[in-house]
């Protein structure tokens, strides 16, 4: 299976834990992006990656949040501090740069749902 | 800003029935706008796009029109299916500064009786 992973699928944390999530993209694209998506809601964008540059965060990404994407391959979403307001399902995808699709079609994970009691 | 608005949930329809979702947008720019479908226990996987005004984007019996003037991207399909029952999401991504970055509307739940 070549499309984007993502794990792990589930995490229960209490609330002060330190949770990290992982994305693995489709292989040679470029970019990678990670969005928050709650009950009833459409994703929202949290932070872009091209290659292993971050180049855009959102508001939504307190300094709670971090995300690194060493060496341009896989991406790592930390949450430091968990409060309950962050449950949610945590979306990665990734784009290709100049294959088909183009930059603009996403392809994504299929999500790793946070719950912190 | 960008902002996408479809129309609410959800949608219930028997088998064979016309579908029409609404999609409708407002951006700074010039977009490309997509429609996402999501199944269940799935992630979003992309079905259909169009870069451009009058475009039309097709794909597993679903059309929509990339109408600039009504700033709409409305979905159809003439005929659903039971297993067509998903979440669509309607977005658009802004090609100004090379992010691409898009915007999603909230989603609208389809469900198809046999």
């Known amino acids: 299976d070549t499309g984007v992973s993502q794990d792990p699928r589930h995490k229960i944390t209490k609330r002060g834990q330190n949770v990290t999530f992982r994305c693995d993209p489709i292989s040679e694209h470029n970019r990678l992006y990670w969005y928050r998506q709650t009950l009833g809601q459409g994703p929202e964008f949290l932070t872009y990656?091209?290659?292993?540059?971050?180049?855009?965060k959102s508001r939504l990404l307190s300094d709670r949040f971090s995300a690194e994407r060493p060496k341009g391959s896989f991406s790592t979403l930390e949450i430091q501090r968990t409060e309950q307001g962050d449950s949610a399902m945590y979306l990665c995808?990734?784009?290709?740069?100049?294959?088909?699709?183009?930059?603009?079609?996403?392809?994504f994970g299929p999500g790793t749902r946070l719950t912190v009691l | 800003g960008n902002s996408v608005t479809q129309m609410e949930g959800p949608v219930t329809l028997s088998e064979e029935a016309f579908l029409t979702i609404n999609c409708t947008y407002t951006a700074t720019g010039y977009p490309s706008l997509f429609w996402y479908v999501q199944y269940p226990g799935e992630g979003l996987q992309l079905l259909l796009k169009a870069t451009k005004a009058d475009d039309k984007g097709s794909n597993k019996g679903f059309e929509a029109t990339y109408r600039k003037e009504t700033t709409s991207f409305h979905l159809e399909k003439g005929s659903v299916q039971v297993s067509d029952s998903a979440v669509y999401f309607c977005?658009?991504?802004?090609?100004?500064?090379?992010?691409?970055?898009?915007?999603f509307g909230r989603g609208t739940s389809l469900i198809v009786h046999p």
């Open positions: 995808a990734s784009s290709p740069q100049r294959l088909a699709g183009g930059p603009d079609t996403q392809y």
């Open positions: 977005a658009l991504s802004d090609r100004s500064g090379g992010s691409y970055i898009p915007t």
């Open positions: 990656f091209q290659n292993e540059a971050q180049l855009e």
